[in-house]
């Protein structure tokens, strides 16, 4: 399948392959770049490397073959970890622990809350969008996913049982419906009880796999991001954080833009800053409300988990 494109003024200087997986962000990088180096790719007529740096108004040229396809099988060695909080027959409700990633990709095939549901619930495999390029043989690789957290991100999320409630609720998502809370741990003390960051976010031109913010108004993805301070310890401030939008990573990204990363948070935080031994990401999805097909609201909670209670109560308050 051969596909053109070309690139925008914000993505000017942008490698090859960074500018590609922007594109086919459902495909990992290394695929990409796979097929790159089979040829498969050429700037202005000319097959290019990889590490190419683009310019405004290049003409990419692109030769997509999907990888081989990853077969979902059930995997019942997550139903120790992850909690059910409520289901019925539309939606189900689970509290995801960290470290576990809600779908699979080449590089983790099997693990995921996918998996698991698949174990469980097994004819969900035909609920949700069909994937990249077709897939007769059901949904894809998120069957009922309508929202994701980050494999390090716990708490609570919402999964589709239906086709109906699947196309409700992405709707839902995607009108910004939802209401969603996290609670988050963050390196220092804003000057402020409360905030909002408003700020665009992109994907960044050498690493695909994280985005910056931005004081542009024209380039990125407007993304908006409310917070309101908790708790203050010597060093570190506890957080309630609304995002008004989903962008990938946002409240992290955000966060990190205004001077307080997510504690733990090894691609967008400051490490030596990190309380000791608190091992794993602060961030927690904590609260989520939305209104059924049939006009009902939902609201669900999850508590925060049992390593982050012992991290707290390892940090000396703030004396004002």
């Known amino acids: 399948?051969?596909?053109?494109?070309?690139?925008?003024?914000?993505?000017?200087?942008?490698?090859l392959d960074v500018f590609l997986h922007s594109r086919y962000s459902d495909f990992s990088r290394s695929?990409?770049?796979?097929?790159?180096?089979?040829?498969?790719?050429?700037?202005?007529?000319?097959?290019?490397?990889?590490?190419?740096?683009?310019?405004?108004?290049?003409?990419?040229?692109?030769?997509?073959?999907?990888?081989?396809?990853?077969?979902?099988?059930?995997?019942?060695?997550?139903?120790?970890?992850?909690?059910?909080?409520?289901?019925?027959?539309?939606?189900?409700?689970?509290?995801?622990?960290?470290?576990i990633s809600v779908h699979p990709s080449s590089s983790e095939p099997a693990g995921t809350v996918v998996n698991w549901l698949l174990h469980h619930y097994p004819p969900i495999k035909s609920v949700g969008d069909p994937a990249p390029f077709g897939n007769p043989k059901g949904a894809g690789l998120r069957p009922g996913i309508v929202h994701r957290l980050d494999k390090d991100t716990s708490g609570v999320m919402v999964i589709a049982k239906n086709q109906?409630?699947?196309?409700?609720?992405?709707?839902?998502?995607?009108?910004?419906?939802?209401?969603?809370?996290?609670?988050?741990?963050?390196?220092?003390?804003?000057?402020?009880?409360?905030?909002?960051?408003?700020?665009?976010?992109?994907?960044?031109?050498?690493?695909?796999?994280?985005?910056?913010?931005?004081?542009?108004?024209?380039?990125?993805?407007?993304?908006?991001?409310?917070?309101?301070?908790?708790?203050?310890?010597?060093?570190?401030?506890l957080m309630e954080v609304t995002p008004k939008t989903g962008r990938k990573h946002q409240i992290r990204v955000h966060l990190k833009a205004a001077g307080f990363p997510v504690c733990g948070d090894k691609k967008y935080g400051s490490p030596r800053l990190d309380p000791k031994h608190l091992g794993r990401m602060f961030l927690h999805a904590q609260y989520l409300s939305f209104n059924s097909p049939g006009g009902e609201k939902f609201s669900f909670n999850a508590p925060l988990p049992e390593e982050l209670e012992q991290a707290l109560q390892n940090l000396p308050f703030m004396i004002k």
């Open 164 to 237: 109906k409630t699947f196309l409700w609720l992405k709707k839902q998502f995607q009108s910004r419906l939802v209401i969603k809370k996290y609670i988050a741990l963050v390196n220092g003390s804003p000057k402020s009880e409360n905030g909002k960051i408003e700020l665009n976010i992109i994907r960044s031109k050498t690493d695909p796999t994280k985005n910056i913010a931005l004081k542009s108004k024209t380039t990125g993805r407007p993304a908006l991001t409310y917070w309101l301070v908790i708790r203050r310890y010597v060093d570190h401030t």
């Open 1 to 15: 399948m051969v596909k053109k494109h070309t690139v925008a003024k914000e993505y000017a200087g942008t490698r």
């Open 31 to 99: 695929w990409i770049q796979k097929l790159i180096k089979k040829g498969k790719a050429s700037v202005n007529n000319k097959n290019s490397p990889a590490s190419k740096r683009l310019a405004a108004s290049d003409a990419v040229r692109f030769e997509f073959e999907p990888p081989p396809e990853i077969s979902l099988e059930p995997d019942k060695s997550l139903s120790d970890k992850i909690r059910v909080v409520f289901e019925n027959d539309d939606f189900l409700i689970i509290d995801k622990p960290s470290g």
